[in-house]
């Protein structure tokens, strides 16, 4: 079963548009990976310093592997480089409801 990997980041302000740059070619590296179903990128509208991504997994062992990877390692070090903070993540799996 899939999972989702709900990821909440805290950017520095002055930094923001270099982010968000960076975020795309950060999602298109994720969405390369045979592992990783969607991937989506969340800014904040009340903060937009604040973004979520949303990134879908065959399953934690799949998330864990490209972690574990050099390109996986490469590519979060350099998202991590813009952050206020480290980041907070989760994981969920559907509850199949209708909509």
């Known amino acids: ?6 990821a909440r980041l805290k950017v520095k302000s002055a930094q923001r548009a270099t982010f968000v740059k960076e975020a ?3 999602a298109k590296i994720l969405a390369s990976d045979r592992g990783c179903h969607h991937v989506e990128m969340l800014q904040g509208v009340e903060d937009p310093d604040s973004f979520v991504f949303v ?13 574990g990877s050099d390109l996986g390692r490469q590519a979060i070090s350099t998202i991590v480089s813009y952050l206020v903070e480290p980041p907070t993540t989760s994981h969920y799996q559907s509850l199949g409801l209708p909509g």
């Open 1 to 6: 079963m899939s999972v989702s990997e709900i």
């Open 55 to 67: 990134i879908t997994w065959d399953s934690r062992e799949a998330h864990k592997t490209f972690q």
């Open 24 to 26: 795309h070619s950060y």
